[in-house]
């Protein structure tokens, strides 16, 4: 059997449903086999949730003014929000379902503005009926929560932005 016929059955077992084919010509032998797709189990499709991308911003000291009352007086709203490049953001370290707490008729692990320490949960992410709570690796404060409580949350999504201490 020379190159070509074997190029040319390769081609033809590629086409057909052949799993396997095997010739023997005298002291030559020759086996092709078709490598085939694993059979999937029929399943539920997985839902693909996005999210949308979220980009730090520095936040910075605001003041706007108000307007005008109607003696003509003008006042000023001053918020202060803190410096954003000194926070850490907690990432999520899985895919799941994020809860604040630990079930509907119980206090949320953390605030906002509450103390944080190592160990401390912060959360509970569900991945396939697993209750996986989420400890804090730090000491500081929660500044902001950045997921809604029982959303989905991808793996490396942002979840808490902390004030370290």
Known sequence: MDYKQIQELIRLINKSNIGELSIEENDFKITIKQKRLQQAQPTAPTPVFLQPQVTAQPMQQAAQPLPAKENGETTELNTITPKADNFITIKSPMIGTFYKRSS?????????????????????????KLFNEIESEMSGKIVKILVDDSSPVEYDQPLFLVEPS
Request: hydrophobic share 50%.
């Open 104 to 128: 509907p008729d119980k206090p949320a692990f953390v605030e906002v503005g509450e103390d944080i320490a190592p160990g401390k949960v912060l959360c509970i992410i569900e991945a396939m």
